[in-house]
C-alpha cells in the first residue's frame, strides 16, 4: 500500500467536510474491499476518512411502515434484523448469500453498495482495465469472461456488479440518502445509484465525489411472495454467475451486468400476464453473448422462471 | 542390503504390536501446539534480532527480456535497505540445464534478463517493515520486450513429444483388439491445470552467524533444499543450517522451493540481519509450481458379457520450457484392468507456462478422472453394474508385467464399499430419483496409487529419564510424520507414547527424502523402526553386561521392553535406571532403510473404491456432493486418526476436481485467469457432505518390515470419477471436460 | 499512529504505520503468530480474530481502525497446558492437518456459535422467523469463510458438534 494519512471522522457532517477538503481522500468503512484494492495497488487514496463508528449503524421504522437502515449496519446486522427477516426476507436471503461470516461482520450496508467489480482483468494490474486505467483497454472484452456482463455492457467494459445485497434492494424499490460535501442531504432510487459503464467505466456511480451513503430506505413491503436465488460454481463463499431477486411483480438480477439490473421489460411482460419463461425471454432479447460469458442467458432463462415460482408459493403462503 | 524375504520372515516390535500402540487412533504429537496457534511456521520464527522484510516483485509477461529497470524510486522510498534485480544480484551457483526433485542443484534467483514465464520473479526490495517493502516493491519500474510466445496447450498438440526417456506400452495388439471389439468406448477427457493452494504461501526466514546460514522456510524435502541453497549460494553443504519444522501444506508444491529461500540467504547475508520473504496468495499462482492439464484419449474394447479386451489411454500434456515434468496419467491403467490387448503412452508438450510439477497423486488423480469415467460409460452400454464390471476385469497377476501382486484387495474394497454404502438401493437409470430441486444420482469407481520406499536415516536416543528422542530430516506437512514416528518408538521401546520427543524439520538430523509420493511413512517410519530395533540391541547388551544391573548375564535376546521397563522373565529394572547407571548423558543408535534389491519381483499398490451421492439442480446446473465413503487397502495402518484424515482429505480433493478447481490460460499473456482464492475455487465446508473413509485390515509384507503403505495420495485417486459419475446417473449428463461446473452441465443437459 | 487495542484482556499501546493491518500488527508488532496469513485478502479465513465478540477477517482491516477494541485471538482461547474445550475438540476429532487455518477456525467457530446462540439467519436458514437450530448443513454453511486445503471439513463439523451444546 501506499502511504496515506488517516482520520477517524466522528459525525457525518465532518467526514464529507474531510472529503472536501482533502484531495484523493476516501471513505472507510469495513474495509473489506477497499484495503483489499489498496494492497493489490488498485486503489491508492491518499487520505481515509473512517466512518465506521459514524452513529448511522441502526436499523429503525420509517412513519410509512418501512424501515430505515444506517449505511453503517454491518452486513449481519442487517440480515438478522427480525424485522428484515419477516418483512424483507429477500434482503436477509440476499445478505447471506454473500461473502462469509467474518466479512457480513464487518462489511457495511453502504459498502456493500459501493463494492467494486471481481472481474480478473480488473484485479490483475498487469492487463488492460478500462475500470483501473482508463484508456488501457478491456481485457475482458475478448478474454476469459465467464463471469462478465449480458446487459448493458459497453465496448470499453463487460464487468459486473458483485453485490448480492444490492439486488434485493433494487426489487425492494429501495431509496439511498446522502450527504454531499457541502452538507446537503438528498435521496434517490437505488436504481440511478449505479452507472453502466459506457466510455467511462471508471465512474461506477452516480454519486458526486466526497458524497456520502447515510442510509438506504426500504418502502413498506410491497404485496407478493419474495425469493432470492444465487447460482455458483461452489456452495458457499463464492461470486454468483447469476442471481435474481423477485419481489411481487419486480425482478431484479445480480451478475449480470455493471449495476444491480431491473429486468423491466420481465417485468411488463409479466405484469402484462406472460409467463415467468416468457418474461424472461423478452428480458434477454438485449442479452449480450461475449464467447464465454453466454451460458449466463441460458441460465437466466431457467433461473428466472424457478426464482419467481418460489416467489408466488411463498406469496401463496402468507 | 535389505530383501523382501527378510521383510516377511522377521517380526519386529512394530508387527508384534504388544502395547497396542501401532494403529491407534492417537492424537497429533505436535496437535498442542497447533490448535493453539504456537507452532511456529517458517515466517513466525523468532530470529536473533528484529528482521528486515522482503518482498519481491513478479513479471508480467511470459516470455521475454528485460530492457530496462528503473529502481531510483524505490531506493529513495521510506525504510529501504536492498533493491535486487538480476543487475546487481549476488553471484549464485549455475542453474542445471535442467532439474529434478531428488537431485540437489543451484536454484538461482534473479539470474539474468530472461522471462521465461509470467510471475518469474525479476526483483526484490527488502526495508525495515512489511509495509515499507510492499510500497517500494510497487514503484520499481521494469521495461521488457516480449518474444513469441506458445501458451496454449490444446492448440499446441502438433509440438507434442515422447517424454525424454520413455515409450510407450503396448501388450498384444491394440489396434487390432479394439477394431474387432464389439462394444467400445473412445472418448476424451481434458482435466484442467491446477494449483496447491497451500493454506501456508511460501516463506523463509534466514539469519547468517559468520559463514553459518540457518534458515527456516517451508518445503517438503529438507536435504533436497538445504543442499541446493548451499549450491546457490555457493557455500559448503554444512554451512547451511535449513528447518522446517511446521509446513502449512505441501501436496507436491514445496517438494521444490522457490525464490522466498533465495533471496532470504542472499539478503540477510548482505545485511547482516535476519531477513523473511514470503509469497503473496497472488504470487503462489504463477511463481510456484502447478498441476499440468492433460487431454486423454481413452479406448475401451468389450466383449457383450463385459470382459474387456483391449484398453488404451493415450495422454498429452504440458510442462514448462526448461522442463521435463510429465504429468504420468496414463501409467496407473498398466495394473488396474485385465485386457489382452493394451497401449498406454504419454506426449509432452513444452510451453512458455510457469513450471509444472508434482501435486497430490501426479498421474493417478488426473488419469483417473478419465478411465473411472469410461468404465462407467462401458458398464452403461453394456447394461451392467459397475461395480460388477470392475470385478470382472479383476487381473490375477500384473497385467501387464505378469507380476504377482504384493497383495490387492480391490474386489473386497468394492464389495465392503457397495454394501456399506446401499449401492444395491441404486436406481441405474439416471434422472429418477428427487429430492427438493435437487436430482440425486449415485456413482463409484476404483482407486489405486502406487507405493514406494526411499533410502532415509533416523536415529533414537534413550536418556536418563528413560525418554526415547527420536530424530530425522524428514517432515510433516500435515501428514502426521511426527505422531507415527512416536508410535513407532513407543512400540518398539517399550515405553509410553508421553515418554517419546520427536525431533524433524532439520538438515542437521540424519536425512531422509522428506514427504512426498505417500512414501512419507513407510519410508521415515521404517528407518525409525530399525533405529528403534539398533538401540533395544544397545540396551540389551549393556543390561546383560551390568553386574548392577537385575538383567546381568541373561540371555540378551530374551530381553522384553513394555511400560518403561526391562525385563528378563521375572528379573526388570526400569529402562531410565540402567540408562543413568550406564549411560547418563544417553544411549543413541542409528538405523536406515534401503529399497529391498527384490522388491521389484512383485506389482506393489494401495487400492480403494469410492462411492459418492450427489445433488444436481437441472435448472442452474449446480452439483453438491451429500455423501461420499471410501473403503481402503493400504497396508498395516500406523495410525488410524491421522490415516483416515489423510484419506478423506484425498477424496474432497476428488470433489474439487471434479466440480471446481481449474486454472484457465489467457493465451494473450500467458497468464492464468485465477490468482487467488476467490477466482480458484476450492471446496470449502459447505461444498461436503458425510464424508468416510474405511480402512480394511491389511498388512502387505513384500512393502517394508512394517508392511505398511501410504495413504496421502490414495483419497483422490478415482474419487472425483466417482463425483462424475453420480452427476451421470443423477441427471443423464456426461460432462467430460474438468471442473464439472454449472455452465457445462447446463449445456450437456439443454 | 498511537493506538491502543486490548488483545486476549492485555491492553496493548501500540504505534502503527496506518498501512499496518490488524492482521500484521498482531502478528509482526506483538509477536502474536496466532493468527495465520493465507491470502491477505479475505479469501481464506486463517486471519480470523474475534472483535468485541464478533469474527471478522483481521487481513481487511487496519490497526487504526481498532482503537479502543477487544481482540481475541487464538492465543487468548486457550494454552498448550490449559486447552479450552473447542481447542482439545479439534485435537480429539484430528479437525486439522497441517495445522495452518487452525487458529482461523477456531476462532471462526467460537463467534460463529455466538452467532447462532444470537439468532442470527444463514444461507441454510430455511424458515428466517423461526429459532436456528445448528444442524450439519447449518454448520456447514456458518464455517465456510474457512478453508482448509487439508480438507479436515467433516473432521472440523465433528469437533464443533462435539462441543457446541456446552459453548453456545
Same mark, same amino acid.
Request: net charge negative; proline share 6%; with cysteine.
Given at each position: 500500500?501506499?502511504?496515506?494519512?488517516?482520520?477517524?471522522?466522528?459525525?457525518?457532517?465532518?467526514?464529507?467536510?474531510?472529503?472536501?477538503?482533502?484531495?484523493?481522500?476516501?471513505?472507510?468503512?469495513?474495509?473489506?474491499?477497499?484495503?483489499?484494492?489498496?494492497?493489490?495497488?488498485?486503489?491508492?487514496?491518499?487520505?481515509?476518512?473512517?466512518?465506521?463508528?459514524?452513529?448511522?449503524?441502526?436499523?429503525?421504522?420509517?412513519?410509512?411502515?418501512?424501515?430505515?437502515?444506517?449505511?453503517?449496519?454491518?452486513?449481519?446486522?442487517? @440480515?438478522?434484523?427480525?424485522?428484515?427477516?419477516?418483512?424483507?426476507?429477500?434482503?436477509?436471503?440476499?445478505?447471506?448469500?454473500?461473502?462469509?461470516?467474518?466479512?457480513?461482520?464487518?462489511?457495511?450496508?453502504?459498502?456493500?453498495?459501493?463494492?467494486?467489480?471481481?472481474?480478473?482483468?480488473?484485479?490483475?494490474?498487469?492487463?488492460?482495465?478500462?475500470?483501473?486505467?482508463?484508456?488501457?483497454?478491456?481485457?475482458?472484452?475478448?478474454?476469459?469472461?465467464?463471469?462478465?456482463?449480458?446487459?448493458?455492457?459497453?465496448?470499453?467494459?463487460?464487468?459486473?456488479?458483485?453485490?448480492?445485497?444490492?439486488?434485493?434492494?433494487?426489487?425492494?424499490?429501495?431509496?439511498?440518502?446522502?450527504?454531499?460535501?457541502?452538507?446537503? @442531504?438528498?435521496?434517490?432510487?437505488?436504481?440511478?445509484?449505479?452507472?453502466?459503464?459506457?466510455?467511462?467505466?471508471?465512474?461506477?456511480?452516480?454519486?458526486?465525489?466526497?458524497?456520502?451513503?447515510?442510509?438506504?430506505?426500504?418502502?413498506?413491503?410491497?404485496?407478493?411472495?419474495?425469493?432470492?436465488?444465487?447460482?455458483?460454481?461452489?456452495?458457499?463463499?463464492?461470486?454468483?454467475?447469476?442471481?435474481?431477486?423477485?419481489?411481487?411483480?419486480?425482478?431484479?438480477?445480480?451478475?449480470?451486468?455493471?449495476?444491480?439490473?431491473?429486468?423491466?421489460?420481465?417485468?411488463?411482460?409479466?405484469?402484462?400476464? @406472460?409467463?415467468?419463461?416468457?418474461?424472461?425471454?423478452?428480458?434477454?432479447?438485449?442479452?449480450?453473448?461475449?464467447?464465454?460469458?453466454?451460458?449466463?442467458?441460458?441460465?437466466?432463462?431457467?433461473?428466472?422462471?424457478?426464482?419467481?415460482?418460489?416467489?408466488?408459493?411463498?406469496?401463496?403462503?402468507? | 542390503?535389505?530383501?523382501?524375504?527378510?521383510?516377511?520372515?522377521?517380526?519386529?516390535?512394530?508387527?508384534?504390536?504388544?502395547?497396542?500402540?501401532?494403529?491407534?487412533?492417537?492424537?497429533?504429537?505436535?496437535?498442542?501446539?497447533?490448535?493453539?496457534?504456537? %507452532?511456529?511456521?517458517?515466517?513466525?520464527?523468532?530470529?536473533?534480532?528484529?528482521?528486515?522484510?522482503?518482498?519481491?516483485?513478479?513479471?508480467? !509477461?511470459?516470455?521475454?527480456?528485460?530492457?530496462?529497470?528503473?529502481?531510483?524510486?524505490?531506493?529513495?522510498?521510506? #525504510?529501504?535497505?536492498?533493491?535486487?534485480?538480476?543487475?546487481?544480484?549476488?553471484?549464485?551457483?549455475?542453474?542445471?540445464?535442467?532439474?529434478?526433485?531428488?537431485?540437489?542443484?543451484?536454484?538461482?534467483?534473479?539470474?539474468?534478463?530472461?522471462?521465461?514465464?509470467?510471475?518469474?520473479?525479476?526483483?526484490?526490495?527488502?526495508?525495515?517493515?512489511?509495509?515499507?517493502?510492499?510500497?517500494?516493491?510497487?514503484?520499481?519500474?521494469?521495461?521488457?520486450?516480449?518474444?513469441?510466445?506458445?501458451?496454449?496447450?490444446?492448440?499446441?498438440?502438433?509440438?507434442?513429444?515422447?517424454?525424454?526417456?520413455?515409450?510407450?506400452?503396448?501388450?498384444?495388439?491394440?489396434?487390432?483388439?479394439?477394431?474387432?471389439?464389439?462394444?467400445? !468406448?473412445?472418448?476424451?477427457?481434458?482435466?484442467?491445470?491446477?494449483?496447491?493452494?497451500?493454506?501456508?504461501?511460501?516463506?523463509?526466514?534466514?539469519?547468517?552467524?559468520?559463514?553459518?546460514?540457518?534458515?527456516?522456510?517451508?518445503? +517438503?524435502?529438507?536435504?533436497?533444499?538445504?543442499?541446493?541453497?548451499?549450491?546457490?549460494?555457493?557455500?559448503?553443504?554444512?554451512?547451511?543450517?535449513?528447518?522446517?519444522?511446521?509446513?502449512?501444506?505441501?501436496?507436491?508444491?514445496?517438494?521444490?522451493?522457490?525464490?522466498?529461500?533465495?533471496?532470504? %540467504?542472499?539478503?540477510?547475508?548482505?545485511?547482516?540481519?535476519?531477513?523473511?520473504?514470503?509469497?503473496?496468495?497472488?504470487?503462489?499462482?504463477?511463481?510456484?509450481?502447478?498441476?499440468?492439464?492433460?487431454?486423454?484419449?481413452?479406448?475401451?474394447?468389450?466383449?457383450?458379457?463385459?470382459? /474387456?479386451?483391449?484398453?488404451?489411454?493415450?495422454?498429452?500434456?504440458?510442462?514448462?520450457?526448461?522442463?521435463?515434468?510429465?504429468?504420468?496419467?496414463?501409467?496407473?491403467?498398466?495394473?488396474?484392468?485385465?485386457?489382452?490387448?493394451?497401449?498406454?503412452?504419454?506426449?509432452?508438450?513444452?510451453?512458455?507456462?510457469?513450471?509444472?510439477?508434482?501435486?497430490?497423486?501426479?498421474?493417478?488423480?488426473?488419469?483417473?478422472?478419465?478411465?473411472?469415467?469410461?468404465?462407467?460409460?462401458?458398464?452403461?452400454?453394456?447394461?451392467?453394474?459397475?461395480?460388477?464390471?470392475?470385478?470382472?476385469?479383476?487381473?490375477?497377476?500384473?497385467?501387464?508385467?505378469?507380476?504377482?501382486?504384493?497383495?490387492?484387495?480391490?474386489?473386497?474394497?468394492?464389495?465392503?464399499?457397495?454394501?456399506?454404502?446401499?449401492?444395491?438401493?441404486?436406481?441405474?437409470?439416471?434422472?429418477?430419483?428427487?429430492?427438493?430441486?435437487?436430482?440425486?444420482?449415485?456413482?463409484?469407481?476404483?482407486?489405486?496409487?502406487?507405493?514406494?520406499?526411499?533410502?532415509?536415516?533416523?536415529?533414537?536416543?534413550?536418556?536418563? +529419564?528413560?525418554? !526415547?528422542?527420536?530424530?530425522?530430516?524428514?517432515?510433516?506437512?500435515?501428514?502426521?510424520?511426527?505422531?507415527?514416528?512416536?508410535?513407532?518408538?513407543?512400540?518398539?521401546?517399550?515405553?509410553?507414547?508421553?515418554?517419546?520427543?520427536?525431533?524433524?524439520?532439520?538438515?542437521?538430523?540424519?536425512? %531422509?527424502?522428506?514427504?512426498?509420493?505417500?512414501?512419507?511413512?513407510?519410508?521415515?517410519?521404517?528407518?525409525?523402526?530399525?533405529?528403534?530395533?539398533?538401540?533395544? +540391541?544397545?540396551?540389551?547388551?549393556?543390561?546383560?553386561?551390568?553386574?548392577?544391573?537385575?538383567?546381568?548375564?541373561?540371555?540378551?535376546?530374551?530381553?522384553?521392553? +513394555?511400560?518403561?521397563?526391562?525385563?528378563?522373565?521375572?528379573?526388570?529394572?526400569?529402562?531410565?535406571?540402567?540408562?543413568?547407571?550406564?549411560?547418563?548423558?544417553?544411549?543413541?543408535?542409528?538405523?536406515?532403510?534401503?529399497?529391498?534389491?527384490?522388491?521389484?519381483?512383485?506389482? $506393489?499398490?494401495?487400492?480403494?473404491?469410492?462411492?459418492?451421492?450427489?445433488?444436481?439442480?437441472?435448472?442452474?446446473?449446480?452439483?453438491?456432493?451429500?455423501?461420499?465413503?471410501?473403503?481402503?487397502?493400504?497396508?498395516?495402518?500406523?495410525?488410524?486418526?491421522?490415516?483416515?484424515?489423510?484419506?478423506?482429505?484425498?477424496?474432497?480433493?476428488?470433489? #474439487?476436481?471434479?466440480?471446481?478447481?481449474?486454472?484457465?490460460?489467457?493465451?494473450?499473456?500467458?497468464?492464468?485467469?485465477? $490468482?487467488? /482464492?476467490?477466482?480458484?475455487?476450492?471446496?470449502?465446508?459447505?461444498?461436503?457432505?458425510?464424508?468416510?473413509?474405511?480402512?480394511?485390515?491389511?498388512?502387505?509384507?513384500?512393502?517394508?518390515?512394517?508392511?505398511?503403505?501410504?495413504?496421502?495420495?490414495?483419497? !483422490?485417486?478415482?474419487?472425483?470419477?466417482?463425483?462424475?459419475?453420480?452427476?451421470?446417473?443423477?441427471?443423464?449428463?456426461?460432462?467430460?471436460?474438468?471442473?464439472?461446473?454449472?455452465?457445462?452441465?447446463?449445456?450437456?443437459?439443454? | 499512529?498511537?493506538?491502543?487495542?486490548?488483545?486476549?484482556?492485555?491492553?496493548?499501546?501500540?504505534? &502503527?504505520?496506518?498501512?499496518?493491518?490488524?492482521?500484521?500488527?498482531?502478528?509482526?508488532?506483538?509477536?502474536?503468530?496466532?493468527?495465520?496469513?493465507?491470502?491477505?485478502?479475505?479469501?481464506?479465513?486463517?486471519?480470523?480474530?474475534?472483535?468485541?465478540? &464478533?469474527?471478522?477477517?483481521?487481513?481487511?482491516?487496519?490497526?487504526?481502525?481498532?482503537?479502543?477494541?477487544?481482540?481475541?485471538?487464538?492465543?487468548?482461547?486457550?494454552?498448550?497446558?490449559?486447552?479450552?474445550?473447542?481447542?482439545?475438540?479439534?485435537?480429539?476429532?484430528?479437525?486439522?492437518?497441517?495445522?495452518?487455518?487452525?487458529?482461523?477456525?477456531?476462532?471462526?467457530?467460537?463467534?460463529?456459535?455466538?452467532?447462532?446462540?444470537?439468532?442470527?439467519?444463514?444461507?441454510?436458514?430455511?424458515?428466517?422467523?423461526?429459532?436456528?437450530?445448528?444442524?450439519?448443513?447449518?454448520?456447514?454453511?456458518?464455517?465456510?469463510?474457512?478453508?482448509?486445503?487439508?480438507?479436515?471439513?467433516?473432521?472440523?463439523?465433528?469437533?464443533?458438534?462435539? &462441543?457446541?451444546?456446552?459453548?453456545?
Amino acid at each position: 500500500m501506499r502511504p496515506f494519512t488517516y482520520e477517524r471522522a466522528t459525525d457525518a457532517a465532518g467526514a464529507v467536510k474531510a472529503a472536501a477538503a482533502t484531495p484523493n481522500a476516501k471513505f472507510l468503512a469495513g474495509g473489506t474491499n477497499l484495503l483489499d484494492l489498496m494492497k493489490l495497488e488498485i486503489e491508492h487514496p491518499a487520505h481515509l476518512i473512517d466512518v465506521g463508528r459514524l452513529p448511522m449503524a441502526q436499523v429503525e421504522d420509517t412513519p410509512d411502515g418501512g424501515l430505515r437502515i444506517g449505511a453503517m449496519a454491518t452486513n449481519s446486522h442487517v @440480515a438478522a434484523d427480525a424485522r428484515v427477516r419477516s418483512r424483507y426476507p429477500v434482503l436477509t436471503q440476499a445478505i447471506v448469500a454473500g461473502g462469509s461470516g467474518q466479512l457480513r461482520n464487518k462489511a457495511t450496508t453502504g459498502g456493500n453498495l459501493l463494492q467494486r467489480t471481481r472481474c480478473a482483468y480488473f484485479y490483475d494490474t498487469t492487463k488492460p482495465c478500462n475500470k483501473r486505467q482508463p484508456g488501457s483497454g478491456c481485457g475482458a472484452l475478448e478474454g476469459l469472461n465467464r463471469n462478465s456482463a449480458i446487459f448493458g455492457a459497453s465496448h470499453a467494459c463487460i464487468a459486473t456488479h458483485p453485490s448480492d445485497m444490492a439486488v434485493a434492494l433494487a426489487a425492494l424499490d429501495a431509496r439511498i440518502e446522502t450527504l454531499s460535501p457541502s452538507g446537503e @442531504a438528498r435521496a434517490f432510487p437505488i436504481i440511478e445509484l449505479h452507472r453502466l459503464p459506457g466510455e467511462t467505466p471508471d465512474v461506477e456511480t452516480h454519486l458526486i465525489p466526497g458524497e456520502l451513503i447515510t442510509a438506504v430506505v426500504l418502502p413498506p413491503p410491497p404485496k407478493g411472495g419474495q425469493a432470492y436465488r444465487k447460482v455458483r460454481d461452489r456452495a458457499s463463499y463464492s461470486a454468483g454467475l447469476a442471481s435474481v431477486a423477485v419481489v411481487g411483480g419486480a425482478v431484479a438480477l445480480g451478475a449480470v451486468a455493471h449495476k444491480p439490473w431491473r429486468a423491466v421489460e420481465a417485468e411488463s411482460a409479466l405484469a402484462a400476464g @406472460a409467463s415467468p419463461a416468457e418474461a424472461i425471454a423478452a428480458e434477454l432479447k438485449a442479452a449480450s453473448d461475449n464467447g464465454r460469458n453466454g451460458f449466463k442467458i441460458n441460465l437466466v432463462s431457467r433461473l428466472v422462471p424457478a426464482a419467481v415460482e418460489e416467489a408466488r408459493q411463498q406469496g401463496r403462503g402468507e | 542390503m535389505s530383501s523382501v524375504s527378510d521383510w516377511e520372515s522377521t517380526s519386529n516390535p512394530v508387527k508384534e504390536n504388544r502395547a497396542g500402540i501401532i494403529g491407534k487412533a492417537v492424537d497429533r504429537y505436535e496437535g498442542p501446539l497447533k490448535v493453539t496457534g504456537t %507452532a511456529p511456521y517458517a515466517y513466525e520464527v523468532e530470529p536473533p534480532s528484529p528482521p528486515a522484510y522482503g518482498v519481491m516483485l513478479s513479471a508480467p !509477461i511470459a516470455r521475454g527480456r528485460i530492457t530496462a529497470i528503473d529502481t531510483a524510486a524505490a531506493e529513495a522510498s521510506p #525504510g529501504v535497505l536492498l533493491v535486487w534485480t538480476h543487475r546487481n544480484s549476488p553471484a549464485q551457483g549455475p542453474r542445471p540445464e535442467r532439474y529434478d526433485f531428488f537431485t540437489p542443484s543451484p536454484r538461482p534467483a534473479l539470474e539474468s534478463d530472461r522471462v521465461y514465464f509470467f510471475g518469474q520473479q525479476v526483483a526484490v526490495v527488502v526495508a525495515d517493515t512489511l509495509e515499507n517493502a510492499q510500497a517500494a516493491a510497487a514503484l520499481v519500474q521494469v521495461t521488457y520486450e516480449d518474444d513469441a510466445k506458445t501458451v496454449d496447450f490444446h492448440s499446441s498438440y502438433a509440438e507434442a513429444v515422447q517424454p525424454p526417456g520413455e515409450s510407450d506400452v503396448e501388450i498384444g495388439d491394440f489396434e487390432a483388439g479394439f477394431a474387432a471389439a464389439p462394444v467400445k !468406448i473412445d472418448d476424451v477427457w481434458r482435466t484442467p491445470l491446477q494449483n496447491h493452494c497451500q493454506m501456508e504461501p511460501c516463506a523463509t526466514t534466514a539469519w547468517w552467524d559468520g559463514d553459518q546460514c540457518t534458515v527456516h522456510t517451508s518445503v +517438503q524435502m529438507v536435504r533436497f533444499a538445504q543442499n541446493s541453497l548451499a549450491e546457490t549460494l555457493m557455500v559448503p553443504h554444512k554451512n547451511v543450517h535449513l528447518l522446517t519444522r511446521y509446513v502449512g501444506g505441501g501436496f507436491g508444491g514445496k517438494g521444490s522451493f522457490y525464490e522466498d529461500l533465495v533471496l532470504a %540467504a542472499l539478503a540477510a547475508r548482505e545485511l547482516g540481519r535476519p531477513v523473511k520473504v514470503a509469497f503473496s496468495r497472488q504470487q503462489m499462482m504463477h511463481g510456484t509450481v502447478h498441476r499440468p492439464a492433460t487431454e486423454q484419449r481413452v479406448r475401451l474394447g468389450a466383449m457383450p458379457d463385459g470382459r /474387456l479386451t483391449a484398453m488404451s489411454i493415450m495422454t498429452v500434456t504440458h510442462c514448462d520450457r526448461r522442463g521435463n515434468f510429465t504429468e504420468h496419467a496414463s501409467n496407473f491403467a498398466r495394473s488396474l484392468y485385465a485386457a489382452p490387448n493394451r497401449l498406454t503412452g504419454h506426449r509432452l508438450v513444452r510451453l512458455d507456462l510457469p513450471v509444472a510439477s508434482a501435486m497430490r497423486a501426479p498421474g493417478e488423480a488426473s488419469g483417473t478422472l478419465g478411465l473411472e469415467v469410461a468404465m462407467d460409460e462401458l458398464a452403461v452400454k453394456l447394461g451392467m453394474d459397475p461395480v460388477e464390471l470392475r470385478i470382472l476385469n479383476e487381473p490375477e497377476v500384473d497385467p501387464e508385467t505378469g507380476k504377482p501382486f504384493s497383495i490387492r484387495q480391490l474386489v473386497r474394497c468394492l464389495r465392503e464399499g457397495a454394501q456399506l454404502f446401499g449401492w444395491d438401493k441404486r436406481n441405474p437409470t439416471p434422472g429418477q430419483v428427487r429430492d427438493g430441486r435437487w436430482l440425486v444420482g449415485v456413482g463409484m469407481a476404483a482407486a489405486i496409487r502406487g507405493n514406494f520406499l526411499l533410502p532415509a536415516k533416523a536415529s533414537f536416543t534413550v536418556d536418563a +529419564q528413560g525418554v !526415547i528422542t527420536v530424530k530425522q530430516g524428514m517432515t510433516d506437512i500435515g501428514t502426521g510424520t511426527y505422531t507415527v514416528l512416536a508410535q513407532i518408538a513407543a512400540e518398539t521401546l517399550g515405553v509410553p507414547l508421553g515418554d517419546v520427543r520427536v525431533e524433524i524439520g532439520d538438515s542437521e538430523l540424519p536425512p %531422509a527424502p522428506g514427504s512426498g509420493g505417500q512414501f512419507g511413512a513407510a519410508t521415515a517410519g521404517s528407518a525409525a523402526l530399525d533405529a528403534g530395533m539398533n538401540l533395544r +540391541q544397545a540396551i540389551a547388551d549393556i543390561a546383560v553386561a551390568d553386574p548392577a544391573s537385575p538383567l546381568f548375564g541373561g540371555p540378551a535376546e530374551q530381553i522384553t521392553f +513394555q511400560d518403561g521397563v526391562i525385563a528378563i522373565a521375572n528379573r526388570s529394572e526400569r529402562l531410565s535406571e540402567l540408562i543413568r547407571r550406564n549411560r547418563p548423558e544417553g544411549l543413541t543408535a542409528d538405523g536406515e532403510i534401503h529399497p529391498a534389491a527384490d522388491s521389484s519381483k512383485w506389482s $506393489q499398490h494401495t487400492y480403494g473404491a469410492h462411492y459418492v451421492e450427489v445433488g444436481v439442480d437441472p435448472v442452474t446446473g449446480e452439483v453438491r456432493t451429500r455423501r461420499m465413503l471410501g473403503v481402503f487397502a493400504a497396508g498395516r495402518i500406523l495410525n488410524w486418526k491421522t490415516a483416515r484424515s489423510q484419506l478423506t482429505g484425498g477424496m474432497i480433493w476428488g470433489v #474439487g476436481s471434479a466440480l471446481t478447481e481449474g486454472n484457465a490460460v489467457d493465451p494473450r499473456y500467458g497468464s492464468l485467469i485465477n $490468482q487467488d /482464492l476467490a477466482g480458484y475455487l476450492v471446496p470449502v465446508q459447505a461444498d461436503i457432505g458425510e464424508v468416510e473413509a474405511i480402512m480394511l485390515d491389511e498388512v502387505d509384507d513384500k512393502a517394508n518390515p512394517m508392511g505398511i503403505k501410504g495413504v496421502g495420495e490414495l483419497g !483422490i485417486s478415482g474419487a472425483g470419477a466417482a463425483v462424475a459419475n453420480a452427476i451421470f446417473n443423477a441427471c443423464g449428463a456426461r460432462v467430460r471436460d474438468y471442473p464439472i461446473t454449472p455452465d457445462k452441465l447446463l449445456a450437456a443437459l439443454s | 499512529m498511537k493506538t491502543t487495542i486490548t488483545v486476549n484482556g492485555e491492553a496493548r499501546e501500540l504505534d &502503527v504505520d496506518p498501512r499496518t493491518t490488524l492482521l500484521d500488527a498482531l502478528r509482526e508488532t506483538l509477536g502474536l503468530t496466532g493468527t495465520k496469513k493465507g491470502c491477505d485478502h479475505g479469501q481464506c479465513g486463517a486471519c480470523t480474530v474475534l472483535v468485541n465478540g &464478533v469474527r471478522i477477517n483481521s487481513c481487511l482491516s487496519l490497526a487504526v481502525m481498532h482503537d479502543g477494541d477487544a481482540v481475541t485471538t487464538i492465543e487468548g482461547v486457550g494454552t498448550v497446558g490449559k486447552l479450552s474445550a473447542i481447542q482439545q475438540a479439534f485435537l480429539t476429532e484430528d479437525a486439522f492437518q497441517c495445522g495452518y487455518c487452525t487458529p482461523g477456525q477456531i476462532c471462526s467457530a467460537l463467534g460463529m456459535l455466538q452467532e447462532v446462540a444470537d439468532n442470527w439467519p444463514s444461507q441454510e436458514t430455511g424458515d428466517l422467523t423461526a429459532q436456528i437450530r445448528l444442524t450439519d448443513d447449518e454448520l456447514r454453511e456458518r464455517m465456510s469463510g474457512n478453508i482448509c486445503r487439508c480438507s479436515a471439513y467433516p473432521q472440523i463439523v465433528a469437533a464443533i458438534k462435539s &462441543v457446541a451444546g456446552e459453548l453456545a
